[in-house]
């Protein structure tokens, strides 16, 4: 969904809306039925004789993407299996036409379908109108990873002139880590938009493509060139994240490499445009992408039989913000803008930026005013929404006539968050995504008093790099084991068999405070203890042989 206005005499370029993406299912829809004109969603009830195991990924993800895995400590499980090729080929023999597939929920979206063709699908055993349960909770961990996960900083960083992106980067702090030589390099940062054009011919991608660091192009939506759409958002987007001009124009995180997606179809508003957009991300989750972008969100549909409702927002009900939402325990991080709906009668965010565990972004100015457009929080069911804000209006872009220009919407608050998240990331490769996320939060610089505007407020990346490297990580110990994190009540505490025994647990905060101090028999369950607020935190235990250190998120 794009509104654009022409460039001023200024040179300026405003884009009050853009906002796209992929969603699937309604409150009347999450038992999966028809989603659009001639479009239909079913699940699979499991995935029998697809020929995989969980714990042999190698057969459907690559190296890059286990081993991602394997640097936060997370496993492989059912969700990520190939669907059960027999079940798409017998719907496929009924004279169904499938257009997108979802290993993560295990189901497709049928196009150019009538009733009867749904209903004799639905009768076959194996497809269901619920949404899929995988059969075993149960998880293959990768062994630990060998050598380094990225590369390292630049020795000798040079001075940068920013140009139109100073405001934007200078708010948030990231001047500090590309001046400790961190600029994103070795992070694969993939973008989820609508049109790439002309990244291959503008100058602020020249290095990035001169040093092989656009890794590739896929078009979701049919099978034209990325680079020759019309729509040249995605390629604006990509500019605030990975440009390098000649001290003109940066981006946040111009050493990482690219992979260029589009899932949005420009002349139309579907559902079937947040299904590309899933199955996008489980492709690039494949490649073992890192960080994602998307400048994209939908709520009012080309037939308003298919609109969302506010309700809908709640991390789980709409399809894409339930494929969004599994993104942090695959190890990806997630930057969604939060939508242009702030002065319309829709005001809320859009999904997928209702999904839960990822970065929500909306918009301010570069003095830290609201924009009027940013759409405000919070998700249906409380959560705070936008986690946080970055410069939305009068964003420094590269232009499509070869120039520079400047843009609003929170189309382009969010990418400045996405190159900054993979830039610090760089700094702290073992750093679990869920942990970044809440540390990132816990520097907006309204964290203590969160609202539905600012959300957690303007971040501070030079104080998430300095709380990290302050917050004793080099003593953390994997024989401390605490689950369920993150845990809003009680935990479980496991300490290897040797050190079992009674033990006083402290709770210190990520600038090392100490907060609270629990005796406690380990292991074993405590109540967590009262006036902790939602946050990361680090606990540790003293024992006659050695201090075991671990991060809790509370939530």
């Known amino acids: ?36 004109d001639s479009i239909y969603w079913v699940y699979f009830t499991d995935k029998a004789n697809n020929g995989y195991q969980y714990d042999q990924p190698y057969e459907f993800l690559s190296e890059r993407s286990v081993q991602r895995r394997a640097w936060q400590g997370l496993g492989v499980g059912m969700s990520d299996e190939p669907l059960s090729r027999a079940y798409v080929d017998t719907l496929v023999a009924l004279g169904a036409e499938v257009r997108h597939v979802s290993r993560w929920l295990n189901g497709l979206a049928m196009v150019n379908a009538d009733e009867d063709l749904f209903q004799e699908v639905l009768a076959l055993p194996f497809v269901d109108t619920f949404a899929w349960i995988p059969e075993s909770q149960a998880l293959w961990f990768p062994p630990a990873p060998s050598g380094e996960r990225f590369e390292p900083p630049m020795e000798s960083p040079p001075e940068y002139s920013y140009g139109v992106a100073k405001e934007q980067i200078l708010q948030v702090d990231m001047d500090l880590l590309h001046r400790e030589g961190y600029r994103g390099q070795g992070v694969w940062v993939g973008v989820l938009d609508a049109g790439f054009r ?49 001290g003109n124009m940066m981006g946040t995180a111009p050493g990482a490499s690219y992979f260029l997606c589009a899932t949005e179809n420009v002349h139309s508003e579907t559902h079937l445009e947040e299904i590309a957009w899933i199955e996008a991300a489980e492709y690039m989750d494949s490649l073992g992408f890192d960080v994602f972008n998307t400048s994209l969100g939908y709520s009012d549909m080309d037939s308003t039989e298919f609109d969302y409702t506010y309700s809908d927002m709640d991390g789980h009900t709409i399809l894409m913000s339930r494929a969004a939402s599994m993104l942090a325990s695959k190890g990806i991080i997630l930057c969604n803008s939060a939508g242009n709906e702030g002065s319309s009668s829709w005001y809320r965010i859009t999904a997928p930026s209702d999904a839960k565990d990822i970065i929500c972004v909306g918009a301010v100015d ?18 705070v929404k936008p986690e946080l804000v970055a410069m939305g209006r009068a964003t420094g872009i590269q232009y499509i006539n070869g120039g520079l220009a400047r843009g609003s919407g929170t189309s382009f608050s969010s990418p400045v968050m996405t190159g900054s998240v993979a830039s610090l990331w760089q700094a702290y490769p073992d750093m679990p995504a869920k942990e970044l996320i809440q540390i990132i939060r816990n520097t907006g610089d309204r964290f203590d008093n969160p609202d539905a505007t600012f959300g957690y407020g303007i971040p501070s990346f030079a104080r998430a790099y300095w709380i990290i490297s302050s917050a004793r990580l080099n003593h953390l110990s994997s024989g401390m084991n605490v689950y369920p994190n993150p845990a809003s009540r009680l935990v ?55 201090i075991y250190n671990t991060r809790l998120i509370i939530q």
């Open 492 to 546: 479980h505490i496991d300490l290897p068999g040797s050190d079992q025994g009674e033990y006083l647990l402290s709770f210190y905060d990520m600038n090392g405070r100490l907060l609270a101090r629990e005796p406690t028999f380990l292991p074993g369950e405590l109540a967590l203890p009262g006036g902790l607020a939602p946050g990361l935190y680090l606990l540790e235990v003293v024992t006659n042989h050695k």
């Open 198 to 246: 002309n990244v291959d011919s503008l100058p602020s991608f020249e290095s990035m493509i001169s040093e092989g660091r656009l890794l590739g192009t896929r078009n979701f939506v049919n099978d034209s060139s990325v680079f020759r759409l019309v729509n040249s958002h995605g390629m604006m987007v990509l500019s605030i994240i990975g440009g390098d001009w000649n």
């Open 366 to 383: 570069s003095s830290g005013n609201i924009a009027s457009f940013s759409s405000r929080g919070p998700s249906f069911d409380g959560r």
């Open 1 to 36: 969904m794009i509104q654009l206005k022409p460039p001023s005499l200024s040179n300026s370029f405003s884009m009050r809306k853009w906002i796209t993406a992929f969603v699937l299912l309604t409150a009347t829809l999450a038992s999966g039925q028809q989603i659009g």
